[in-house]
């Protein structure tokens, strides 16, 4: 069982839509990541907190906007989004320091529209 | 930068048989971690086995072991009494002082 847990499971949206995807732990980590992961390929690292501050942005678009409102909780909000951002988003939290081992949520299927 | 590498993009093994998966990775770093995650077709990214790169000694977790050869900079992962559960992508991957680097993965399949 994951201790890192996404909401929702599936989502589908228009490309005007505006929605959020949610990702909880519960592990103390102050750490948490959002990654994006087409079909048959790894995952690509998109954000990263640490201390609830972004330390690393991997030139996403701007069409993707995380926040991170505490050490618990990350937050993905899309808007505007093209079919080929349809994907697997990934969210996983670790300790910050780089020893430490990243969990990984269930992921979050998007589909555009 | 980093990289991983996972030549086999596909592989086969009887159930209750023995499987390697390679791994090799490039880097200049002395202090780094390696890792095997499992992905079924669930999607979840499931930590198999870890490897600090300062341990001589390979990380063994009851079905699976490693063999690290640092100075080849090769990570392979032996799966021993293959299970239908195991069926699954392996990706191999790497974490120094920046990000978590993958390799493309293997993608694994039980045969009964």
């Known amino acids: 069982d994951t201790e890192v847990t996404q909401t929702p499971k599936h989502l589908v949206m228009g490309m005007t839509n505006k929605k959020s995807l949610k990702c909880e732990q519960h592990m103390g980590h102050r750490a948490m990541y959002w990654y994006k992961q087409k079909a048959k390929k790894p995952p690509e690292l998109m954000f990263v907190?640490?201390?609830?501050?972004?330390?690393i942005n991997e030139s996403v678009p701007s069409r993707f906007s995380p926040e991170c409102p505490n050490s618990s909780l990350l937050n993905l909000h899309l808007h505007a989004l093209q079919p080929e951002d349809s994907a697997l988003y990934l969210c996983a939290s670790s300790q910050p320091d780089s020893r430490y081992t990243i969990y990984f949520g269930e992921g979050s299927w998007l589909t555009v529209v | 930068a980093q990289t991983v590498t996972q030549s086999q993009p596909e592989m086969s093994v009887q159930e209750a048989e023995t499987v390697t998966l390679s791994c090799t990775y490039d880097?200049?770093?002395?202090?780094?971690?390696l890792f095997w995650y499992k992905q079924p077709p669930s999607r979840q990214m499931i930590l198999v086995i870890r490897q600090e790169a300062y341990k001589q000694q390979n990380a063994t977790e009851n079905r699976f072991s490693v063999n690290f050869q640092k100075a080849a900079k090769s990570f392979s992962l032996k799966i021993s009494d293959s299970q239908l559960g195991d069926a699954a992508m392996y990706f191999c991957?790497?974490?120094?002082?920046?990000?978590?680097?993958f390799g493309q993965g293997t993608r694994l399949t039980i045969n009964p």
């Open positions: 880097t200049s770093e002395s202090d780094y971690y």
């Open positions: 991957a790497y974490k120094g002082a920046q990000k978590l680097v």
């Open positions: 907190y640490s201390y609830e501050k972004l330390s």
